[in-house]
């Protein structure tokens, strides 16, 4: 048999080559299947070289002319008779019976029939099975199988790199850069790498042009963070200038509310531009940290001095303001009237959801007692405005009355002054707030009501016989009480009826009335009177000065 040599004009075959190695015929044969993990054994089987003669590795020197080789195994596979390939594999053409290996013992498929039998049609018997095609990369077209010219000229981009050049997945696929440049010719004459002459050009356009913007967005973007870094940390909060528009608003302040809080409420009202230019001008006022919680009307697009400036002015609160001694029932009808509702609602709410208020354990469940709020809607400023619920608001006066009365320490000192807790020590300055008409009346008020709670009280028989409490029953004020009607009455707030302290308080005491009752002078005073009828309260130790202090009051009122 003829070994295969040089074809004219032909070349060595690269170890790269598809057909070579692994992936050629010696690379087939290393990687034919093994059965239970053990391999096919096949005696004699032949290592193919030259497909008869000569050492294996032959197509590694040599390429083949293939007219000449498919001639010579045409005529050796088809010729009559059985014909052994060199001990290898006889293909059994045209009917022939295979010759079956011998079994091997250790091949538990010996004696089985192979897959492919000996009725099986050699498809190695045809035309088409040899010679082995070429690879791809060394295949040469045939004058017929080129396309027609396009005339259509690549241009120098053919070799930039893929991101300008317009590449894409249909690229990748051909197989890389080495099949790429196989195939150029085609590709290059309208076949499937053509898409017109906007083609790849049109896409170097494209790609440019979004490094462009990719780049040009880039700068943008460094330079406004830039100016955003320098603006917050040297750049002047942003700020309107002047006293503002026409336009009003309401803002509500909480108490205890932070500078940096009040900034938030004002420009969510639009009063001033930003939070940081409130904190600023607030720090730059001396009396910045003096502003007040309550309900404020400010214009709106303020400069943030001018509303610092505005808070600090106390025609600009809108609070409600409850004064020392009011009682309660005047303060429900106020909180109506600032929440819109109707008459009686607040007073309503105070009767049923007392307990739910938050008053302290030493205030609840006192015999007798009118109601039981009473005294704890602490004298203050409040931002009451519409919307708001009644329970809320009186909520909020009860938590303040406990703040401040935990402050003063209601509770402890108490027992020190001879009352029974604190309940009794809030009724004391509720009688040192209705009776006194000066605060400098207020500690000799106390007196008088500590002296006359005496066991040792001969004057009066510890009876406290104040005006103040009768008209708390009466819901009324009237310093002009005949005898006859407080001898007749016999209520339990009614204190020339009955001895002692009456049931609660009679109203709110203030700060000044609180300190009074927690430390009163010690003068001996038992007794006092209204000389003039308003404001001047003038005090007696023994009966015989009551009375002269008592027909100093008839004559200034024309009895």
Avoid at 289 to 314: E, F
Avoid at 435 to 443: L, M, V
């Amino acid at each position: 048999m003829t070994q295969y040599g040089r074809g004219q004009g032909s070349e060595p075959w690269h170890p790269e080559d598809p057909l070579y190695g692994d992936g050629g015929w010696e690379g087939q044969q290393a990687q034919q299947p093994s059965y239970d993990g053990r391999p096919q054994h096949h005696p004699q089987q032949p290592q193919y070289g030259d497909w008869g003669h000569g050492p294996q590795g032959a197509y590694d020197q040599t390429q083949q002319s293939y007219p000449q080789q498919y001639e010579q195994q045409h005529a050796q596979y088809s010729g009559q008779g059985q014909q052994e390939y060199q001990g290898g594999w006889n293909t059994g053409t045209q009917g022939q019976p295979q010759v079956p290996y011998p079994a091997d013992p250790l091949d538990p498929y010996g004696n089985q029939a192979g897959a492919h039998g000996a009725d099986q049609a050699d498809f190695y018997g045809t035309p088409d099975a040899y010679p082995p095609p070429e690879p791809p990369a060394r295949r040469r077209d045939e004058p017929g199988d080129r396309p027609e010219e396009t005339g259509w000229d690549p241009g120098p981009d053919q070799g930039e790199q893929a991101f300008f050049a317009g590449e894409d997945a249909e690229d990748e696929a051909d197989g890389g850069p080495d099949e790429r440049a196989a195939h150029g010719d085609r590709r290059g004459r309208g076949g499937k790498g053509a898409k017109g002459k906007g083609g790849k050009k049109s896409r170097n356009g494209f790609a440019c042009l979004v490094v462009v913007l990719v780049l040009g967005g880039g700068v943008g973007g460094v330079g406004y963070f830039g100016y955003q870094f320098y603006q917050d940390r040297f750049g002047a909060a942003p700020d309107y200038i002047g006293e503002g528009t026409q336009r009003t608003v309401t803002v509500t302040i909480a108490g205890g509310a932070s500078g940096y809080t009040i900034g938030q409420e004002l420009k969510k009202a639009d009063v001033v531009k930003s939070v940081d230019a409130f904190v600023t001008a607030q720090a730059n006022n001396p009396d910045g940290d003096k502003i007040q919680a309550g309900v404020y009307v400010l214009n709106t697009q303020m400069s943030a001095a001018n509303a610092v400036a505005l808070m600090l002015d106390p025609k600009s609160r809108n609070n409600l303001v409850i004064a020392e001694g009011k009682r309660n029932a005047a303060i429900y009808e106020l909180i109506d009237e600032r929440l819109e509702v109707d008459e009686g609602t607040t007073a309503e709410v105070a009767k049923t959801e007392w307990k739910n208020l938050g008053l302290p354990g030493w205030a609840m469940n006192h015999e007798g007692v009118r109601d039981p709020l009473e005294g704890f809607l602490y004298p203050s400023s409040y931002p009451v405005a519409k919307g708001q619920k009644p329970e809320d608001v009186l909520r909020e006066m009860v938590a303040q009355a406990n703040e401040q009365y935990e402050k003063i320490g209601l509770e402890e000192q108490a027992k020190g002054l001879g009352l029974e807790g604190p309940w009794q020590l809030l009724t004391v300055a509720s009688l040192v707030q209705a009776e006194g008409k000066t605060h400098d009346d207020f500690r000799k008020m106390a007196e008088v009501v500590y002296n006359r709670l005496k066991p040792t009280n001969t004057e009066t028989n510890q009876k406290l016989q104040f005006d103040s409490t009768f008209n708390y029953l009466k819901g009324q004020s009237n310093i002009h009480v005949s005898e006859s009607e407080i001898n007749s009455n016999t209520d339990a707030y009614n204190t020339y009826y009955h001895r002692g302290l009456p049931p609660g308080p009679i109203g709110n005491p203030g700060e000044e009335a609180l300190s009074a009752a927690l430390d009163p002078t010690d003068d001996g005073w038992i007794y006092f009177v209204a000389t003039d009828g308003v404001s001047k309260t003038e005090f007696a130790r023994t009966h015989d000065e009551f009375l002269e202090l008592k027909d100093k009051f008839n004559a200034s009122a024309g009895n």
